[in-house]
Nanobody, 116 residues
Framework: QVHLVESGGGLVQPGGSLRLSCAAF????????RAWYRQAPGKQREWVAT???????TYADSVKGRFTISRDSAKNTLYLALNNLKPEDTAAYYC??????????WGQGTQVTVSS
């Protein structure tokens, strides 16, 4: 089992920045991909970014060039740097770990609110 804990969310003005963290605990083992998702009120959860086991990264078009996903394997921590934030980035952000077996793990979420 993998237990994921997100942190780093908050209230920020448009154009501001935040860095989200996702700490992993437990029997982490082999992870195929690590990702961030977000869910705004009244909307479905949407994929934001992924970093795979080789370190390759992919991003949703809506965040490309503004968000950066990274990981620190020694600390078992996943990060998401959010820059040039917009009001439409307001959402609860969730980290996700996927095993090659298909097993999925989710954190509890951290709220990001972009407002002036």
């Amino acid at each position: 089992q993998v237990h994921l804990v997100e942190s780093g969310g908050g209230l920020v003005q448009p154009g501001g920045s935040l860095r989200l963290s996702c700490a992993a605990f437990g029997s982490i083992g082999i992870i195929y991909a690590r990702a961030w998702y977000r869910q705004a009120p009244g909307k479905q959860r949407e994929w934001v970014a992924t970093i795979d086991s080789d370190g390759a990264t992919t991003y949703a078009d809506s965040v490309k060039g503004r968000f950066t996903i990274s990981r620190d394997s020694a600390k078992n921590t996943l990060y998401l740097a959010l820059n040039n934030l917009k009001p439409e980035d307001t959402a609860a952000y969730y980290c996700n770990y996927k095993r090659p077996t298909g097993a999925d793990y989710w954190g509890q979420g951290t709220q990001v609110t972009v407002s002036s």
